[in-house]
């Protein structure tokens, strides 16, 4: 079965403080990875898409990384509108559905 | 418009009553998608229409839910009879050129069965 874990659960840190999120994934195969943002209230906003290991891309304080079991948001020198949900999802290569997302990570840069 | 739209934003509803919830997807987008979001859980994959094919229903949870894409573009969908655990918010999602290119979501309709 196709699935997405993603941890911590929640995360709070001070302005400033650089931190990673994970994103471990067990898929039949990959056609790819992707990490959306979601506010309150708000349906999920698309930040980047990763298709193979070793591939990276950067958005402002966020970088986004691959291996062949897990992705990782790393967020540089967070600030506080950087709070938000960061969901991670999947597209397995088997299967009719579309993506596959896990829980997200709830989190809080505090000023 | 700019993005994909949804309406109702909110619905509450009794147990019982049919719902309609609306999607319109960025205009030229041939994929669209429907998932529901409860609290504390992920995105579940309702079902995907993609141009004229037949429709993916894989993710539906019961026969109470229908969906339907009328000219290629707005989507609506249907829960009959609702109960109390289909209260969640529905995302409706489009993108281009279907399974392989990223999704833009809508903000959502929260529905809220009592």
């Known amino acids: 079965e196709d699935q997405v874990t993603q941890s911590p659960e929640a995360l709070r840190l001070q302005e400033g403080e650089s931190s990673s999120l994970n994103c471990s994934y067990t898929?039949?195969?990959?056609?790819?990875l992707f990490w959306y943002r979601q506010d309150p209230g708000k349906g999920p906003e698309f930040l980047f898409t990763?298709?193979?290991a070793g591939e990276e891309k950067e958005k402002e304080r966020l970088k986004a990384t691959l291996t062949k079991k897990e992705s990782f948001l790393h967020i540089t020198a967070p600030k506080p509108e950087d709070s938000a949900t960061y969901l991670c999802?999947?597209?397995?290569?088997?299967?009719?559905?579309?993506?596959?997302f896990g829980k997200g990570t709830r989190l809080s840069v505090i000023a | 418009g700019a993005g994909v739209s949804q309406s109702p934003s909110n619905k509450v509803t009794e147990k019982g009553k049919d719902v309609e919830l609306r999607c319109d997807p960025i205009?030229?987008?041939?994929?669209l998608y429907w998932y529901r979001q409860s609290l504390g859980q992920g995105l579940e994959f309702l079902i995907y229409?993609?141009?004229?094919?037949?429709?993916?229903k894989s993710g539906l949870p019961s026969d109470r839910f229908s969906a339907e894409r009328t000219g290629g573009s707005v989507s609506t969908l249907t829960i009959q009879r609702t109960q109390q655990e289909d209260s969640a918010v529905y995302l409706c999602?489009?993108?281009?050129?279907?399974?392989?290119?990223?999704?833009?979501f809508g903000p959502g309709t929260r529905l809220t069965v009592l």
């Open positions: 999802a999947v597209r397995p290569n088997s299967g009719n559905t579309p993506l596959v």
């Open positions: 229409f993609q141009g004229n094919s037949a429709p993916d």
């Open positions: 999602a489009s993108s281009f050129l279907g399974l392989y290119n990223e999704q833009f």
């Open positions: 990763l298709y193979s």
């Open positions: 898929v039949s195969g990959l056609r790819g």
């Open positions: 205009s030229g987008h041939t994929a």
